[in-house]
C-alpha cells in the first residue's frame, strides 16, 4: 500500500461508516421492532475468510442445527459499492458479524428489512480498552452479542445497550490419537489482516526452536493468512529452519480440520485474543494446546485441559497500527519452550490434556446460547434505552470509556 493511501484510506474509511450510519437511522425512523428469533440472518463479509467470517458460519450452522429458521448472507460488497442491497428473505432479528463501524455499511445492505427487524451486532474485541472509532455505531443496534466475557467487558465500556455472550460452538471431530513414529508436529497460526503482532507467531518460532533446535524429531508449522507481501520478517526468522513450514494457501473447512488433526499441539503465543478460535477448533481434535494465560480464550481453556503459559502485561505495540492506546500480554516464552518438550517426552501427559481437551470442547459444543432464550419481556426492558438511542447520534463517549481503564491482571498458568 502507498503512503497516502495508508495515511487516509481509514479516515476515508471512517467517513463512509458515518455516512451509512446516518442512512441507516433515516431508514429506521420511529420503526419499532420485536425480540424475535423466528427467522434469523446472519451477515458478514464472507468473503474475506477471516475469523469474523467463519465465526458467522458457525452460528449460522448452530442455528440451524437448533432448528431455527437461519440464513447466512454475504453482504461484503456493499463495503465497496453504497447502493449494494442484498436479495433476501426478510427476517425478524439480523446478527450483523463485524467491526463497529461495518455495522452501518452492512445494515445499509439489508434495508429496507431490517428497519423494521430486531439488529444485533456481534462484536468482538481483543484489548481491554475498547476501541474509542467504534462509539457511535451502538445506536443503530437493539443489543450487541460477543463471543467471550474478556470481550463483554471491554465492550461495556463503549456502550449501555444490552449485551450477551454468545460463544462460538465448533463441532467436534473424532479425537486424534498421537503417531510415535512422525514428527512431533506443532501448529501455529498468523494473520497480517489481525496482526502479527497480536496473533504472534515470531514468539511461536522462538519457543519451538528454542525447545527443539533443528531436530527432525519435531517440526513446526506456521500457516499464515495475509496478503502475499506479508509475513517477510517470518520467512526470514525461518529460514534455515529444515523443521519449520510456513504454509500461505487458502485452506478451505475440509482442509483446515485435517491441518488441525495432523497437528500434536496448537502453540498460541498470542497477545491478546476476543476469543481463539483457532484454539477451540484444535481442541475439538483432541490437539493439546499451550496457549497464552490472558484474554477471551480463558472463558473455554484452564490449567486442567490446556498448558497455560504466564505473562506480563506490557503496553501495545502494533507496528501494523490495528492496536494502539492499551495492554496486552507479553508470554513467557521459555515456559512454552519447557512446555513444548514436556509434552514431546511424555506420551501419557499428552494423551490426558487430549482427553481433558476433547472433553471441554465438546462441552461447549452441547451449550444453547441463553441470548436465545430470553423472555420476550426483556425487549420492554431495552426498549426505552433503544429509543433514546435511536433519536440521534450520540456524540459524547460513555463516561466508563473516558474514565480512567479498569485494573487488568495477567492469570499465572500452568508452567507444562
Given amino acids: 500500500m502507498t503512503p497516502w493511501k495508508a495515511q487516509f484510506k481509514p479516515a476515508l474509511a471512517q467517513v463512509y461508516s458515518r455516512a451509512c ?51 447466512l448472507i454475504d453482504a461484503g460488497a456493499v463495503l465497496r459499492n453504497p447502493l449494494f442491497r442484498s436479495r433476501h428473505t426478510p427476517a425478524s432479528a439480523y446478527v450483523v458479524h463485524c467491526g463497529g463501524p461495518q455495522t452501518a455499511q452492512l445494515l445499509t445492505a439489508m434495508m429496507p428489512a431490517a428497519a423494521r427487524a430486531w439488529r444485533i451486532g456481534y462484536w468482538a474485541w481483543e484489548l481491554p480498552d475498547p476501541p474509542r472509532d467504534w462509539h457511535g455505531f451502538d445506536s443503530l443496534l437493539h443489543e450487541v452479542w460477543t463471543p467471550s466475557r474478556f470481550s463483554q467487558r471491554s465492550l461495556r465500556r463503549l456502550t449501555d445497550l444490552p449485551m450477551e455472550v454468545v460463544p462460538h460452538v465448533v463441532p467436534v471431530a473424532r479425537r486424534r490419537t498421537r503417531d510415535g513414529a512422525c514428527p512431533f508436529t506443532v501448529l501455529c497460526f498468523g ?13 511461536a518460532i522462538a519457543a519451538f526452536r528454542a525447545a527443539f533446535g533443528d531436530s527432525p524429531g519435531a517440526r513446526l ?44 499441539v496448537l502453540l498460541s503465543l498470542h497477545r491478546a485474543e476476543g476469543f481463539g478460535l483457532p484454539m477451540i477448533e484444535a481442541m ?12 477471551g480464550n480463558l472463558d473455554f481453556m484452564d490449567g486442567t ?15 501494523a497500527g490495528i492496536y494502539r492506546d492499551s ?22 501427559r499428552w494423551s490426558r490434556l ?18 436465545l432464550l430470553q423472555p420476550r419481556r426483556r425487549r420492554d426492558e431495552i426498549r426505552a434505552t433503544v429509543a433514546a438511542r435511536m433519536a440521534g447520534p450520540n456524540q459524547t463517549a460513555p463516561t466508563a470509556l473516558r474514565g480512567a481503564p479498569p485494573a487488568w491482571e495477567p492469570v499465572q498458568g500452568e508452567h507444562g
Fill in 21 to 71: 450510519a446516518q442512512y441507516v437511522r433515516l431508514s429506521v425512523g420511529s420503526a419499532e421492532a420485536e425480540r424475535s428469533f423466528g427467522r434469523v440472518a446472519i451477515v458478514a463479509a464472507l468473503g474475506r475468510n477471516n475469523g469474523i467470517a467463519n465465526g458467522a458460519r458457525l452460528q449460522h450452522a448452530m442455528l440451524r442445527r437448533m432448528g431455527v429458521d437461519a440464513e
Fill in 191 to 203: 494473520d497480517s489482516r489481525s496482526s502479527f503482532a497480536r496473533k504472534n507467531p515470531m514468539g
Fill in 221 to 264: 508449522v506456521v500457516k499464515l493468512n495475509g496478503g502475499a507481501e506479508d509475513g517477510c520478517e517470518l520467512a526470514r526468522a525461518a529460514a534455515g529452519c529444515a523443521n519449520v513450514t510456513i504454509l500461505r494457501d487458502f485452506l478451505d473447512a475440509d482442509a483446515l480440520a485435517r491441518l488441525h488433526a495432523s497437528a500434536d
Fill in 284 to 295: 475439538g481434535h483432541g490437539v493439546p494446546v499451550i496457549a497464552t494465560a490472558w484474554s
Fill in 305 to 319: 485441559n490446556a498448558v497455560l503459559v504466564p505473562a506480563r502485561l506490557v503496553p501495545v505495540v502494533d507496528d
Fill in 327 to 348: 495492554v496486552w500480554a507479553e508470554p513467557d516464552l521459555d515456559v512454552a519452550a519447557a512446555a513444548l518438550r514436556g509434552l514431546a517426552q511424555d506420551p501419557e
Fill in 354 to 371: 487430549s482427553v481433558a481437551a476433547h472433553a471441554a470442547a465438546s462441552a461447549l459444543a452441547r451449550q444453547v446460547p441463553t441470548a
